[in-house]
């Protein structure tokens, strides 16, 4: 689903590599979570498979197409196929949770009909019914952040991507919100998951891929957060 | 493509900015109008034109007792001089149309009924007036050759070339036309900045939708879509009160104010601004989807 051919970025405004020499596959269905301290790469490994950052050398594959030979204009149909969580949610203030939710097909130009159908049900997956009509502000955060991942689900996306989902919610919401992401996976999506939460990670124990000053330092299945602990 | 779905981010997008989207509006009215009347002047100076070189003639003015000129030494034309102009005349044929001989009473017939209200009139005598050949030419443009073959001979005073007369005024009126076109060229280049500014501007305050609609896949083509209409609106509201501003010049200031009052010339007709419209139309959204177009390129990238 995902592959990474000895991946090197190196920021044009930096000397030091962001990522160095990654190579990495990850397997259609699986959970991953990429662990590694600030500036290790995490972010950066995210930004290239969703093609918003170029490698400076190696190859990125995704769904079986290299994504430095896809045209400018086949870039969407990519985006189309994954979907994005962030820290901050990324909603839209002006609009209710429904409305942030269609916005998404809406740009895509889906038929009104599909998406009459599809937000009500995708609103119920993450648990939102009958908060339909609020406004982000009138959300909790854990709530923003369902917004936010029906939003990257609404279009049943085949890879997930989450950089730090859980990183401005409380120990509590962040579990409920790895429920979800982990009800997503079952639902056949692959999903990389980036974070510094190690209570998630060693409860879930799933693939652990570390990543420390742009190196993969560790690659591990169901893997706990820290290493020598 | 959602119809609904882009007719309303384009119309909020025009509320949100509403100040930018009136100085856009107002900015292409007065450009594209300026551009439209420069346009109407030079048609105006066209009809003119054809106007009037229809009727201008080469009048060759012949010899009075105690003319100075030198060619006429003192005396008036002869019998014999007169006729030989005559039938050089007739021998430049066909590029002489029309010879139309006019005695010295027949010039002051002519003057009296020019001048009839005017005290002129009593102020010239019976003799005064010199005798003449007015000539028309079928290639006004040729007076050249006339007046070498004229200009100095015994018995001819003077040369003269109504047309000369009329170029100097619409060289002048060219002038003015030309200034014009200036005048509305730096305004359309007003206007282009202003829009690739506003674009820059809407660009950045809804980089969130924008952001958002990168990341779930919309096409490049959606994404500016809203943008581009709402330049290509502006623009087309501020092109239709330039038009109408047009069409209020020819209705008013043409036909109710300048033309009662020069009947001796013809004014644009209702064709030239029929011509002009869409042509200003075209003009303003051309420039606004285009400068629209590039700004975005840049500021709203895959
Ligand atoms: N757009 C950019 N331009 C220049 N340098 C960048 C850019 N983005 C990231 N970097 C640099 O690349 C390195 C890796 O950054 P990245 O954001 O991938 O780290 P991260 O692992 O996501 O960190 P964090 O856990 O703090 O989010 C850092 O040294 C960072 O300063
Ligand atoms: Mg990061």
């Given at each position: 689903m995902i592959l990474f051919d000895r991946v090197s970025k190196i920021y044009a405004s930096q000397?030091?590599?962001?990522?160095?020499?990654?190579?990495?596959?990850?397997?259609?269905?699986?959970?991953?979570?990429?662990?590694?301290?600030?500036?290790?790469?995490k972010s950066t490994f995210l930004r290239l498979v969703l093609r918003e950052e170029r490698p400076t050398s190696g190859q990125v594959w995704v769904a079986g197409k290299e994504l430095s030979k896809l045209s400018n204009w086949k870039?969407?149909?990519?985006?189309?196929?994954?979907?994005?969580?962030?820290?901050?949610?990324?909603?839209?203030p002006n609009k209710t949770v429904a409305e942030n939710v269609a916005f998404a097909l809406e740009v895509i130009g889906k038929p009104k009909s599909h998406i009459k159908r599809v937000v009500p049900e995708v609103l119920e997956v993450v648990g939102l019914e009958g908060k339909e009509l609020r406004r982000p502000d009138e959300l909790s955060g854990g709530e923003q952040q369902r917004v936010a991942i029906a939003r990257a689900f609404v279009n049943r996306p085949m890879i997930l991507i989450a950089d730090e989902p859980t990183g401005n919610l409380d120990p509590g919401t962040s579990a409920d919100i790895m429920k979800l992401l982990d009800r997503i996976n079952q639902l056949g999506t692959t999903v990389v998951m980036s974070t510094h939460d190690s209570n998630i990670v060693d409860q879930m124990r799933r693939r652990v891929i570390e990543l420390d000053g742009g190196h993969l330092v560790r690659d591990q299945s169901r893997g706990v957060y820290g290493y020598a602990q | 493509?959602?119809?609904?779905?882009?007719?309303?981010?384009?119309?909020?997008?025009?509320?949100?900015?509403?100040?930018?989207?009136?100085?856009?509006?107002?900015?292409?009215a007065v450009s594209l109008g300026l551009f439209g009347a420069s346009m109407l002047v030079r048609a105006q100076v066209?009809?003119?034109?054809?106007?009037?070189?229809?009727?201008?003639?080469?009048?060759?003015?012949?010899?009075?007792?105690?003319?100075?000129?030198?060619?006429?030494?003192?005396?008036?034309?002869?019998?014999?001089?007169?006729?030989?102009?005559?039938?050089?005349?007739?021998?430049?044929?066909?590029?002489?149309?029309?010879?139309?001989?006019?005695?010295?009473?027949?010039?002051?017939?002519?003057?009296?009924?020019?001048?009839?209200?005017?005290?002129?009139?009593?102020?010239?005598?019976?003799?005064?007036?010199?005798?003449?050949?007015?000539?028309?030419?079928?290639?006004?443009?040729?007076?050249?050759?006339?007046?070498?073959?004229?200009?100095?001979?015994?018995?001819?005073?003077?040369?003269?070339?109504?047309?000369?007369i009329l170029d100097k005024f619409f060289r002048l009126l060219g002038g003015l036309q030309l200034i014009a076109l200036l005048i509305a060229l730096s305004m359309l280049v007003v206007t282009v900045l202003?829009?690739?500014?506003?674009?820059?501007?809407a660009a950045f305050s809804?980089?969130?939708?924008?952001?958002?609609?990168?990341?779930?896949?919309?096409?490049?083509?959606y994404i500016q879509l809203p943008f581009l209409l709402e330049a290509a609106f502006s623009a087309?509201?501020?092109?239709?009160?330039?038009?109408?501003?047009?069409?209020?010049?020819?209705?008013?200031?043409?036909?109710?104010?300048?033309?009662p009052s020069f009947q001796f010339t013809s004014f644009v007709g209702?064709?030239?601004?029929?011509?002009?419209?869409?042509?200003?139309?075209?003009?303003?959204?051309?420039?606004a989807g285009l400068s629209a177009f590039f700004t975005l390129r840049k500021y709203l990238r895959v």
């Open positions: 000397n030091r590599p962001a990522l160095d020499a990654v190579s990495l596959e990850i397997e259609k269905g699986e959970f991953i979570f990429l662990v590694g301290p600030s500036g290790s790469g870039i969407p149909g990519l985006r189309r196929q994954i979907g994005t969580v962030f820290q901050d949610f990324r909603l839209l | 493509m959602r119809a609904t779905f882009v007719a309303s981010e384009v119309s909020s997008g025009l509320r949100r900015n509403l100040t930018m989207t009136l100085a856009v509006i107002i900015t292409v066209t009809t003119m034109k054809d106007f009037w070189y229809d009727k201008v003639e080469v009048s060759i003015f012949l010899c009075s007792k105690g003319s100075d000129t030198p060619s006429c030494s003192g005396e008036a034309v002869t019998q014999a001089q007169r006729d030989q102009i005559k039938s050089d005349l007739e021998s430049l044929r066909p590029l002489v149309q029309e010879i139309f001989y006019e005695s010295k009473a027949d010039a002051y017939a002519r003057f009296q009924e020019q001048f009839k209200n005017s005290p002129i009139a009593d102020n010239v005598s019976q003799g005064a007036l010199p005798e003449s050949f007015r000539v028309k030419l079928s290639d006004p443009t040729s007076y050249e050759v006339v007046a070498s073959a004229f200009a100095g001979r015994p018995g001819i005073e003077q040369v003269n070339d109504q047309r000369q202003l829009i690739v500014n506003t674009m820059r501007v809804r980089r969130r939708e924008t952001g958002i609609m990168r990341l779930v896949g919309a096409s490049n083509f087309g509201v501020g092109a239709v009160l330039a038009i109408f501003g047009l069409i209020v010049t020819k209705a008013v200031v043409i036909d109710q104010i300048l033309a209702w064709d030239a601004v029929f011509a002009i419209a869409p042509l200003m139309f075209v003009v303003g959204i051309l420039l």
